[in-house]
Protein backbone atom coordinates (compact mmCIF):
# COMPACT_ATOMS: atom_id res chain seq x y z
CA UNK A 1 0.00 0.00 0.00
CA UNK A 2 1.12 3.42 -1.29
CA UNK A 3 1.64 6.29 1.67
CA UNK A 4 2.92 9.78 1.53
CA UNK A 5 2.37 11.24 5.19
CA UNK A 6 3.33 14.79 5.73
CA UNK A 7 4.68 16.22 8.93
CA UNK A 8 5.80 19.41 10.60
CA UNK A 9 3.17 21.79 10.06
CA UNK A 10 1.93 24.15 12.33
CA UNK A 11 1.27 27.60 13.46
CA UNK A 12 4.05 30.12 12.93
CA UNK A 13 4.54 33.88 13.33
CA UNK A 14 4.90 35.76 10.15
CA UNK A 15 8.64 36.07 9.43
CA UNK A 16 9.05 32.41 11.15
CA UNK A 17 10.48 29.09 9.54
CA UNK A 18 9.02 25.66 9.51
CA UNK A 19 10.18 22.87 7.70
CA UNK A 20 8.04 20.07 6.19
CA UNK A 21 8.28 16.43 6.03
CA UNK A 22 6.93 13.88 3.87
CA UNK A 23 7.74 10.43 4.26
CA UNK A 24 6.77 7.29 1.83
CA UNK A 25 6.43 3.92 2.41
CA UNK A 26 5.52 1.37 -0.19
CA UNK A 27 6.62 3.89 -3.20
CA UNK A 28 10.46 4.19 -3.41
CA UNK A 29 10.57 8.29 -3.92
CA UNK A 30 13.61 8.06 -5.55
CA UNK A 31 12.16 6.80 -8.81
CA UNK A 32 9.29 9.99 -8.79
CA UNK A 33 9.49 13.47 -9.47
CA UNK A 34 8.15 15.16 -5.97
CA UNK A 35 5.99 17.92 -5.33
CA UNK A 36 4.98 20.29 -2.94
CA UNK A 37 1.53 21.96 -3.18
CA UNK A 38 -0.92 24.18 -1.46
CA UNK A 39 -4.44 24.79 -0.59
CA UNK A 40 -7.04 27.10 1.25
CA UNK A 41 -10.26 26.40 1.46
CA UNK A 42 -12.71 27.78 -2.03
CA UNK A 43 -9.40 27.91 -3.96
CA UNK A 44 -7.29 25.14 -6.24
CA UNK A 45 -4.81 23.68 -5.23
CA UNK A 46 -1.48 25.64 -5.51
CA UNK A 47 2.08 24.26 -7.49
CA UNK A 48 4.75 25.24 -4.42
CA UNK A 49 7.83 23.49 -5.47
CA UNK A 50 9.30 20.47 -7.47
CA UNK A 51 12.40 18.41 -7.20
CA UNK A 52 13.36 15.79 -10.13
CA UNK A 53 14.00 12.53 -9.26
CA UNK A 54 17.67 12.51 -9.01
CA UNK A 55 17.33 15.65 -6.69
CA UNK A 56 19.49 17.43 -9.28
CA UNK A 57 17.10 20.13 -10.45
CA UNK A 58 14.12 21.96 -8.50
CA UNK A 59 11.50 24.36 -9.81
CA UNK A 60 9.53 26.99 -7.23
CA UNK A 61 7.17 29.19 -7.25
CA UNK A 62 7.52 32.57 -7.70
CA UNK A 63 5.81 33.52 -4.43
CA UNK A 64 7.42 31.13 -2.87
CA UNK A 65 11.04 31.55 -4.88
CA UNK A 66 14.12 32.56 -2.30
CA UNK A 67 12.57 31.73 0.79
CA UNK A 68 11.33 27.51 0.46
CA UNK A 69 14.04 25.04 -0.62
CA UNK A 70 12.69 21.66 -1.30
CA UNK A 71 15.00 19.17 -0.65
CA UNK A 72 15.47 14.81 -0.70
CA UNK A 73 16.78 12.73 1.95
CA UNK A 74 16.48 9.24 -0.19
CA UNK A 75 18.38 7.43 2.64
CA UNK A 76 15.00 8.01 3.86
CA UNK A 77 12.58 7.64 1.64
CA UNK A 78 11.26 11.78 2.68
CA UNK A 79 11.34 14.81 0.69
CA UNK A 80 11.26 18.24 2.29
CA UNK A 81 10.62 21.41 2.41
CA UNK A 82 12.22 24.44 4.05
CA UNK A 83 10.56 27.43 4.43
CA UNK A 84 11.67 30.14 5.97
CA UNK A 85 10.50 34.28 6.09
CA UNK A 86 6.81 32.45 6.57
CA UNK A 87 4.04 34.78 5.08
CA UNK A 88 0.99 34.87 6.48
CA UNK A 89 -0.47 34.58 2.78
CA UNK A 90 1.51 31.33 3.15
CA UNK A 91 -0.97 29.82 5.40
CA UNK A 92 -2.83 26.76 3.74
CA UNK A 93 -2.60 22.82 3.68
CA UNK A 94 0.46 21.99 2.27
CA UNK A 95 0.43 18.50 0.62
CA UNK A 96 3.85 16.44 -0.95
CA UNK A 97 2.89 14.61 -4.41
CA UNK A 98 4.88 11.67 -6.52
CA UNK A 99 4.74 12.40 -9.94
CA UNK A 100 5.75 9.17 -12.35
CA UNK A 101 6.39 11.81 -15.33
CA UNK A 102 9.60 11.99 -17.32
CA UNK A 103 9.51 16.07 -17.19
CA UNK A 104 8.81 18.32 -13.87
CA UNK A 105 5.15 19.17 -14.03
CA UNK A 106 3.25 22.01 -12.00
CA UNK A 107 0.21 20.83 -12.94
CA UNK A 108 -1.63 18.91 -9.80
CA UNK A 109 -3.60 16.32 -12.19
CA UNK A 110 -0.27 15.13 -13.30
CA UNK A 111 0.73 13.79 -9.70
CA UNK A 112 -0.60 10.08 -9.07
CA UNK A 113 0.24 9.83 -5.28
CA UNK A 114 -0.98 12.46 -2.54
CA UNK A 115 -0.54 12.80 1.12
CA UNK A 116 -2.96 13.63 3.67
CA UNK A 117 -1.67 17.24 4.35
CA UNK A 118 -0.04 19.58 7.17
CA UNK A 119 -1.71 22.50 8.13
CA UNK A 120 0.41 25.53 8.29
CA UNK A 121 -0.72 29.06 9.58
CA UNK A 122 1.41 31.91 9.89
CA UNK A 123 0.22 35.07 12.21
CA UNK A 124 0.57 38.32 11.49
Known amino acids: QVQLIESGGGLVQAGGSLRLSCVAS????????MGWFRQVPGKEREFVAA????????YYADSVRDRFTIARGNAKNTVYLQMNGLKPEDTAVYYC?????????????????WGQGTQVTVSS
Open 26 to 33: GLPLSAYN
Open 97 to 113: AADPSFGINRDAEEYRY
Open 51 to 58: IWRSGGST
